[in-house]
């Protein structure tokens, strides 16, 4: 897979009250989380019905249409999840594997954007403490970025069998960046089932961590 820093300004680069300007390498699309999540009586909820209309009507089969209807439901579960916890963008990343050995097949992934209270203190300090409280971090790294101090370090987790979900491992690297104010921290956040190209992911998720910044690069022009 591609790691080189061939990036996509995010719509966020034209918001001067967005808090956090980052770009992401090509292969990410960004998830429309307010159109999704509009009220139902909305503008945006009607423009996202107009939107999926045309696709619902395209499947023949009445099953399959339940079930893409389904999937769609739970797809706005899980950012009204994302949302609740400080999400504040989300992406999703196709890549074709092209590491030698991989195949050429196609990997998925989920990048996201999160905010976290945190108690007043240096920002190298918190950076520190984000990967020293965390549950079963590894890899763990201490980085002196453009935008100040920050921390990354990594899990993998399986499924229970409670939760009903497959019992695949999921790789989450993290990659925390204390804001100048020291009350609030950005936390990036790349998932993937594709455990064994950690490296190749790590090296994305450090990108975009370089090209992050909390005062906007376009506030001159």
């Known amino acids: 897979m591609d790691t080189t820093p061939q990036v996509i300004i995010d719509e966020s680069a034209n918001d001067p009250h967005a808090g956090i300007w980052f770009a992401t ?3 990410f699309t960004a998830l429309p989380i307010d159109v ?18 045309p696709l619902v009507e395209a499947i023949p089969d009445g099953v399959t249409r339940q079930q893409f209807i389904a999937q769609l439901a739970s797809g706005q579960q899980l950012l009204r999840a994302l949302r609740e916890v400080g999400t504040v963008h989300c992406a999703l990343g196709v890549h074709r594997d092209d590491v030698a050995g991989g195949g050429g097949g196609t990997l998925h992934s989920l990048f996201t954007v999160s905010w976290r209270d945190i108690a007043w203190a240096p920002r190298a300090v918190s950076a520190a403490r984000a990967v020293a ?18 921390s990354i370090g990594e899990t993998v987790r399986t499924p229970s069998p409670e939760s009903g979900l497959p ?12 804001h100048p104010d020291r009350k609030r921290m950005a936390v990036l956040t ?9 490296v190749q992911y790590r090296a994305i998720l450090n990108n975009i961590a370089e090209l992050t910044s909390f005062e906007s690069p376009l506030s001159e022009a």
């Open 133 to 150: 409280t965390a549950d079963q971090h590894a890899h763990v790294e201490y980085l002196d970025l453009p935008s100040g101090p920050a």
């Open 36 to 53: 999704l999540l509009a009220a139902p009586d909305s503008a945006e909820a009607d423009r996202l019905r107009q939107a999926v209309a």
């Open 190 to 198: 790349l998932s993937t089932t594709a455990v064994e190209r950690r």
């Open 25 to 27: 390498p090509g292969g």
């Open 167 to 178: 019992p695949t491992p999921l790789l989450q690297i993290f990659a925390y960046l204390p």
